[in-house]
T-cell receptor
Framework: AQTVTQSQPEMSVQEAETVTLSCTYDTSENNYYLFWYKQPPSRQMILVIRQEAYKQQNATENRFSVNFQKAAKSFSLKISDSQLGDTAMYFCAFMKPYAGNMLTFGGGTRLMVKP | EADIYQTPRYLVIGTGKKITLECSQTMGHDKMYWYQQDPGMELHLIHYSYGVNSTEKGDLSSESTVSRIRTEHFPLTLESARPSHTSQYLC???????????????FGPGTRLLVL
């Protein structure tokens, strides 16, 4: 079974600064997908970024980028130029590309962006 | 993002009532999922479906049931609601979203259920 661990329950950052959220996972699979989802106070889950394990290049999506270290089973999210609207819970998630494509979520990191 | 809808968004109901949470998606996605999430906590998979007439239980045991008679519709039913069922229920589907990316789950807005 897969496990996903987010070791930072809460973080805060000043507006316009950069913050990095940590995520580690444990799996015996070689091919899989990793995701970061954002859940603002509205509580809707919004996909932020995804990474395929077979790709060595780190995914980027505007101000969001990841540092994917496959050997270390680490998948951190970097948010640059933080904005007030980035305030949310952030969940790291793991998915195998078969067996129902189910997601395994980490416990979440609550990020507060301060003005 | 995929178009996936959940109704109602909020529901307050008394103990013992039967309730159905609706979930529908217009993207023709084959796989659909139900997650349960307590406030500030992680999501737990309670049901999923590979397609029409397919339903499976997830990692977290749940007293709810689901059905998948049509591709676009995946309702969740509680025959007799209890206070322990109070939670947020998130529906998701897997397929190609508007970004063209497969192997991604897209979530609905969720239903917040309060059982008194």
């Amino acid at each position: 079974a897969q496990t996903v661990t987010q070791s930072q329950p809460e973080m805060s950052v000043q507006e316009a600064e950069t913050v990095t959220l940590s995520c580690t996972y444990d799996t015996s699979e070689n091919n899989y997908y990793l995701f970061w989802y954002k859940q603002p106070p509205s509580r809707q889950m919004i996909l932020v970024i995804r990474q395929e394990a077979y790709k060595q290049q780190n995914a980027t999506e505007n101000r969001f980028s990841v540092n994917f270290q496959k050997a270390a089973k680490s998948f951190s999210l970097k948010i640059s130029d933080s904005q007030l609207g980035d305030t949310a819970m952030y969940f790291c998630a793991f998915m195998k590309p078969y067996a129902g494509n189910m997601l395994t979520f980490g416990g979440g990191t609550r990020l507060m962006v301060k003005p | 993002e995929a178009d996936i809808y959940q109704t109602p968004r909020y529901l307050v109901i008394g103990t013992g009532k039967k309730i159905t949470l609706e979930c529908s998606q217009t993207m023709g996605h084959d796989k659909m999922y139900w997650y349960q999430q307590d406030p500030g906590m992680e999501l737990h998979l309670i049901h999923y479906s590979y397609g029409v007439n397919s339903t499976e239980k997830g990692d977290l045991s749940s007293e709810s049931t689901v059905s998948r008679i049509r591709t676009e519709h995946f309702p969740l039913t509680l025959e007799s609601a209890r206070p322990s069922h109070t939670s947020q229920y998130l529906c998701a589907s897997r397929g190609v979203g508007t970004s063209g990316v497969q192997e991604t789950q897209y979530f609905g807005p969720g239903t917040r259920l309060l059982v008194l």
